[in-house]
């Protein structure tokens, strides 16, 4: 079975453009996560999506910041206009639904994002 | 918010030694989570610990959920070069929710 899968795995990008993060989860995974790590600081909770729908977005910093994902398939994150705070490694974790006990969060290998 | 306490920030042992971490909140959960991170992947996680006082081995990994609910450790034992890596902690107080994470502990081992 294939893990949660991000791309790109690296982006470095400078202050004012555009980008966009990918996350595509273990497929059959209703519940799909954004974190962000920035460096030497814990990592950080920014959404929750429950198929297609966001269940819990209290951790995006701002407006600047946008997550879809259309289908409940595999979700987007889009940074626009990227600002120097926003470097660091975005990860995206997946879980099955949760009826019937604990499901705990797998984790992609993070995008690192680095604005210059 | 809740935060994580995670301690010590780094460790610097020897193969072979024994290593403790833990993490203190000022608040409750109700489930505590151990991860650890290799370079260039993501977090994996080795332990998972539901209930008040429950005492979990994976291995050479131990790890307790503490009485209070406020706290966690974690052991590895006999070190090997391989347990390199940054281990954090995490809080959880409903399934399906967000995961609260410790600042995490930076692992290094000498052989």
């Known amino acids: 079975e294939a893990g ?40 950080k909770f920014l959404l929750h999506f429950v198929k297609e729908s966001k269940q819990d977005e209290s951790g995006m910093p701002n407006n600047r910041f946008l997550a879809e994902r259309t289908g409940g398939t595999y979700s987007t994150l889009k940074v626009q206009p990227a600002e120097l705070e926003d470097s660091g490694v975005y990860f995206c974790a997946s879980s099955p639904y949760l009826g019937g006990g604990a499901h705990e969060q797998y984790f992609g290998p993070g995008t690192r994002l680095t604005v210059t | 918010g809740q935060q994580l306490n995670q301690s010590p920030q780094s460790m610097f042992i020897q193969e072979g030694e024994d290593v403790s971490m833990n993490c ?88």
Not at chain 2, 84 to 98: D, K, M, S
Request: hydrophobic share 35%; glycine share 10%.
């Open chain 1, 4 to 43: 949660v899968t991000q791309f790109p795995s690296h982006s470095v990008i400078e202050k004012g453009q555009t980008v966009t993060l990918r996350c595509d989860p273990i497929s059959g995974h209703d519940n799909l996560y954004w974190y962000r790590r920035v460096m030497g600081k814990e990592i």
């Open chain 2, 24 to 111: 203190t909140s000022s608040s409750i959960f109700n489930t505590w989570l151990w991860y650890k991170q290799d370079p260039g992947e993501g977090p994996v996680l080795l332990i998972a610990l539901y209930k008040a006082g429950e005492l979990t081995s994976n291995g050479r990994l131990t790890a307790q959920f503490g009485i209070t609910r406020k706290d966690s450790f974690l052991n590895i034992s006999a070190s090997i070069p391989s347990d390199v890596g940054i281990y954090f902690c995490a809080g959880r107080n409903q399934a399906g929710t967000a995961l609260i994470f410790g600042k995490g502990t930076t692992l290094s081992v000498s052989s």
